[in-house]
Structures are given as C-alpha cells and as structure tokens.
C-alpha cells in the first residue's frame, strides 16, 4: 500500500516537473524562433521587455545543461557598444549564441563561430544583424572617398571585407558616391557581404540552409529608435544560388 501511494507521488512529481520545464530550443522550428526574436524586438521597442532568463534558477540551470538545447539563434552583430544584443531582442542566459566583432564583418574566426552555433549549439537561425552610425562602415567609406585618416596596424586588415560592399553601395547610387548619405546604404550592402562571405567560407552552412534546417536572415538595428528592420529574404537565397555557381567557393565542410 505505502509503495503504492509513493509511486503515485513519484508519478505525479515527474508530470509537474515536466510540464514546468520550458521547451528545449532543439524542438524550436526556424518560424519559431524567427518568431520569438521578432517579438522580443517588439516588446524591447514599446518599453514592454520582460527580461526573460535572467534569475537564479536560469543560472543554475546554465551550470547543470547544454546550451544547445535552449539557445534558438546565433547572431553576428558589431562590437559597438549602442547594440546590447541580448536587451534588443528580449532575451536571456543560454537564449542567444552571439558573435561581435567591429563591422560584423565574417572572416575564418568568424565563420567558425557561427559554425559551432549553427552546427553544435543547434541554432536553426542565424542572423547577420548590421546597425545604423557604424563606425566600420563609416570608416571604410570614408577611406574610399579619399577622405579617410590613419588607423592602427590591425584595424585595416580587420574591416577590408567591408570595402566591396562600400563600393557595390557607390555604383548603385552614383549620385551619392561621394557624400556622407551613401553610408546607410553602405551598411546594408555590408550586411548582404556578410552572408556572401559566409557562404564562400562555410559548405556546412550552405548545406545546412538548403536541407532547411536552419536559415540565414539579414537585419538593421537603429541605435537611435530601438528597431530591427528584417531585410528581404529572397536577397539571402540569391546569394545562395550566386555562390553555388562560384567556382571559389569552399567546398569541403569538415576538417580534417
């Protein structure tokens, strides 16, 4: 009888903590979690950010699980200090697996980290967030214009991915070429580099979007307004079919 009733508590103990437990983000669809960055852009922008998965209990729960089995987009976003990821989308601890570098601009490190969120933490998204005033951008225009100062050693060989993009940006919109309003333009063109660069690096990437289990989304964050503009998407899947026909892309997916 006493072992019946402590099965029973047992029983229901497990139901109560399994319907407790939030779903895992490897069970998260690619609308989903579109969906869910969506929102949380939303919400942060009308001052109605809940700032989930920031207690104790997601500490803890950071220390004891997998964060591929909870985080459900990577993003590549600028190192600038106007673009707090996490706040901008309404998320928390293990929600979003975050690569920053000034311009975000995708190089070997770079493509290897949106690899490993991609491929190991099991994000079905990835996002190439670019944001309006980059000083990359900006820099890197002005450079073209014949109008750019010195930088440090390190500086110009970090942002040389942006100047294609500078540059497709000028031939697009000659009339502006040569004034400081081609520089917005120039952001997005970067952001489309970004996903170009992307794919020539990655094959696992590439192959990953095309048996549709994750896909690459392009965006602006406005540092002044809060809001995410999502850009075309049919954009991403052009540049997809354009790279497969490149004979330069990269063709291997795994290391040795």
């Known amino acids: 009888m006493k072992k019946s009733i402590l099965k029973n508590v047992v029983?229901?103990?497990?139901?109560?903590?399994?319907?407790?437990?939030?779903?895992?983000?490897?069970?998260?669809?690619?609308?989903d979690a579109l969906k869910k960055l969506k929102d949380g852009n939303t919400r942060f922008v009308n001052g109605k950010s809940q700032h989930p998965h920031t207690d104790t209990a997601r500490l803890i729960q950071a220390g004891k699980e997998d964060q591929g089995d909870h985080a459900y987009a990577t993003v590549i976003t600028c190192s600038d200090s106007r673009v707090p990821v996490?706040?901008?989308?309404?998320?928390?601890?293990?929600?979003?697996?975050?690569?920053?570098v000034a311009g975000n601009v995708i190089d070997t490190d770079e493509a290897g980290s949106i690899e490993y969120g991609l491929a190991h933490v099991n994000t079905p998204v990835f996002v190439v967030l670019g944001h309006t005033q980059c000083g990359?951008?900006?820099a890197?225009?002005?450079?073209?214009?014949?109008?750019?100062?010195?930088?440090?050693?390190?500086?110009?060989?970090?942002?040389?991915?942006i100047?294609?993009?500078?540059k497709r940006a000028m031939e697009q919109h000659p009339k502006l070429a040569k004034s400081h309003?081609?520089?917005?333009?120039?952001?997005?063109?970067n952001v489309w580099q970004g996903v170009t660069d992307l794919f020539m690096r990655?094959?696992?990437?590439?192959?990953?979007?095309k048996d549709g289990k994750a896909k690459v989304v392009?965006?602006?964050?406005?540092v002044g307004t809060g809001k995410i503009e999502w850009l075309d998407q049919g954009k991403v899947d052009t540049i997809l079919a354009e790279v497969e026909k490149n004979p330069k892309r990269q063709m291997e997916a795994m290391a040795d």
């Open 202 to 209: 990655s094959a696992s990437t590439r192959q990953l979007v």
């Open 181 to 189: 309003d081609i520089i917005p333009y120039a952001i997005k063109e």
């Open 163 to 166: 100047e294609p993009a500078v």
């Open 136 to 138: 990359a951008v900006t």
């Open 11 to 31: 029983s229901a103990c497990c139901l109560v903590t399994l319907a407790a437990a939030p779903a895992l983000a490897t069970d998260m669809s690619i609308d």
């Open 140 to 161: 890197v225009t002005n450079e073209v214009q014949g109008h750019g100062h010195a930088l440090e050693l390190n500086i110009p060989p970090l942002v040389d991915n």
């Open 218 to 222: 392009g965006a602006i964050y406005d």
């Open 86 to 100: 996490e706040r901008i989308f309404d998320a928390g601890i293990m929600d979003l697996f975050i690569i920053r």
